[in-house]
């Protein structure tokens, strides 16, 4: 089992930057693939980033988002630079047993509880 707290979200403007963080318990953090995923009102959860020995980024934010991870303290991070107001919607971070660091949100199984990040224009 392994929980995961989301949090670092916020009201920044266009062109700020954030920095999320999910912290997890359990100690095989390092076994597993770490993702982000995002859900802006009246739409679809979808795929930010994720992590295991490698990273996999969603087109819409290559360039701009950094995902890294740090296994002594069991947390992952979504460096979010040159916002822009269609970033806008509530992050959440889900842990994946399988390793690959897959956009596909039905390969994980853990998934924290979310934090908003709104954007204005």
């Known amino acids: 089992q392994v929980q995961l707290v989301a949090s670092g979200g916020g009201l920044v403007q266009a062109g700020g930057s954030l920095r999320l963080s999910c912290a997890a318990s359990?100690?095989?953090?390092?076994?597993?693939?770490m993702g982000w995923f995002r859900q802006a009102p009246g739409k679809e959860r979808e795929f930010v980033a994720a992590i295991s020995w490698t990273t996999n980024y969603a087109d819409s934010v290559k360039g701009r988002f950094t995902i890294s991870r740090d296994n002594a303290k069991n947390t992952v991070y979504l460096q979010m630079n040159s916002l822009k107001p269609e970033d806008t919607a509530v992050y959440y971070c889900a842990a994946s047993s399988r390793a690959a660091p897959s956009s596909d949100i039905l390969r994980y199984e853990y998934w924290g509880q979310g934090t908003q990040v709104t954007v204005s224009s």
């Open positions: 359990g100690r095989t953090f390092s076994s597993y693939a």
